[in-house]
C-alpha cells in the first residue's frame, strides 16, 4: 500500500499569514494527489485535484503543488473560515488519505 | 447536482454484519464516469477509504478490510451498498458514500454521513 505522510498533525496560525501542509508519498503517485477541507460534523470538502486543479468555486488563496512523492498544500493569507481539518489523499491505485492538519487560528 | 444518502442500523452488535445503502440522486449509478465510493472516520479520528464499486462490478478495495467487505451496486433503485461482516468496535466509525469522478480521480461528492456504533 502507498503510505502518506501529513506534516504538520496540527497548525496554529493568525488571520492573514501563510499557511503550508506537506504531504509524502511512499513510492511514486505522479500527479494523484488530492486535498479536501473537513469542518466539525461536516463531510470533507475536495478543494485541489490533481495536486494543482483548483476545484470551481474554491477561493484562490488556496493552491496546491508537488508531483511524485512531495506535495504541498498552501493558503496564502488565512481567513477565520479557514478553520477546519485539511486532508491530502492518493488516487493512484488503492486510495489513502493523509492523517490530516487541524488548522487553528492563533 | 449529485446528491448521495447513506442508510442503516446505527447501532450493531460485535459479529454482526454492517449493511448500509447509498441512495444517488441528480446521477446515475450506470454513470461510466464515476466510482461509487465509501470512506469511514473513527470518531475524533481520520479518514479511511474503505473501497469502490464501478457499474459494470468492479471493485477496490483497501486491503486491510478486504476479507470482510463487499460493495455491491444496485442500478434498478440507483443505489450501492457496503457490506462489512464480524465487526468489532474498531468499526465504529461514521460511514460516509461519495462519488469519484474518474475524470478527476477525487471524490466530489459526498453524503452528509451516518454514524454506526458497534457495542454490546
Known amino acids: 500500500d502507498i503510505q502518506m505522510t501529513q506534516s504538520p498533525s496540527s497548525l496554529s496560525a493568525s488571520v492573514g499569514d501563510r499557511v503550508t501542509i506537506t504531504c509524502q508519498a511512499s513510492?511514486?503517485?505522479?500527479?494523484?494527489l488530492n486535498w479536501y477541507q473537513q469542518k466539525p460534523g461536516k463531510a470533507p470538502k475536495l478543494l485541489i485535484s490533481d495536486a494543482t486543479n483548483l476545484q470551481r468555486g474554491v477561493p484562490s488563496r488556496f493552491s496546491g503543488s508537488g508531483s511524485g512523492t512531495d506535495f504541498a498544500f498552501t493558503i496564502s493569507s488565512l481567513q477565520p473560515e479557514d478553520i477546519a481539518t485539511y486532508y491530502c489523499?492518493?488516487?493512484?491505485?488503492?486510495?489513502?488519505f493523509g492523517q490530516g492538519t487541524k488548522l487553528e487560528i492563533k | 447536482q449529485v446528491q448521495l444518502q447513506e442508510s442503516g442500523p446505527g447501532l450493531l452488535k460485535p459479529s454482526e454484519t454492517l449493511s448500509l445503502t447509498c441512495t444517488v440522486s441528480g446521477g446515475s449509478v450506470r454513470s461510466g464516469s464515476s466510482y461509487w465510493s465509501w470512506i469511514r472516520q473513527p470518531p475524533g479520528k481520520g479518514l479511511e477509504w474503505i473501497g469502490y464499486i464501478y457499474y459494470g462490478g468492479s471493485t477496490n478495495y483497501n486491503p486491510s478490510l478486504k476479507s470482510r467487505l463487499t460493495i455491491s451496486i444496485d442500478t434498478s433503485e440507483n443505489q450501492f451498498s457496503l457490506k462489512l461482516s464480524s465487526v468489532t468496535a474498531a468499526d465504529t466509525a461514521v460511514y460516509y458514500c461519495?462519488?469519484?469522478?474518474?475524470?478527476?480521480?477525487?471524490?466530489?461528492?459526498w453524503g452528509q454521513g451516518t454514524l454506526v456504533t458497534v457495542s454490546s
Open positions: 461519495a462519488r469519484e469522478a474518474r475524470s478527476l480521480s477525487a471524490l466530489d461528492y
Open positions: 513510492q511514486d503517485i505522479r500527479n494523484y
Open positions: 489523499q492518493q488516487s493512484d491505485n488503492v486510495r489513502t
